[in-house]
């Protein structure tokens, strides 16, 4: 067997020897790096590893992020829900027969955002007093409506804020 020394082989083996030699050392420096990295972690966090202390803010935010969601979306269903409560209302007072000396019949309307909701009128007299309640849909009655009662509901709904 001959063997034939060839100089490209050589420097092929050399390139390799230098190659692992510094694999080797980087493997080192980079031992070296995490120890130095995780002792410098533990001595800014007083004793605890600022990573982990990090990664658990992080946690915390991600969770209070869902919390504050989940109460965006029940303001939100409130906000909606509340739409269809009664809450605008409007009051006319007035003498209903002339024989009394009081303004003490009323109109009163009460609606929601809609302008949906209900007008109660209060005929008081001498000797009975009565209150008749009426739908209201969208500002407006399917019965007629006494002009005490159309003014109470147009102070709401021509009234919009």
């Known amino acids: 067997m001959s063997f034939e020394i060839n100089v490209f082989e050589i420097i092929i083996l050399i390139i390799n020897i230098a190659l692992i030699a510094l694999y080797i050392l980087n493997s080192i420096k980079l031992r070296k790096l995490r120890t130095n990295y995780s002792e410098f972690m533990t001595k800014l966090g007083k004793g605890n590893n600022i990573d982990e202390m ?43 027969y002339k024989d009394t000396g009081s303004n003490l019949s009323f109109a009163l309307a009460l609606l929601n955002e809609k302008d949906t909701g209900i007008v109660l009128n209060g005929l008081y007299g001498r000797d009975t007093s009565n209150i008749y309640a009426k739908p209201v849909v969208n500002g407006k009655s399917e019965y007629a409506l006494s002009k005490e009662e159309e003014e109470a509901i147009n102070q709401i709904v021509n009234n919009k804020k």
């Open 54 to 96: 990090l990664q658990k803010y992080v946690e915390n935010v991600e969770e209070i992020k869902k919390e504050n969601a989940e109460i965006e979306r029940y303001c939100q269903k409130l906000d909606n829900d509340s739409k269809e409560n009664l809450k605008k209302i409007g009051l006319v007072r007035y003498n209903a």
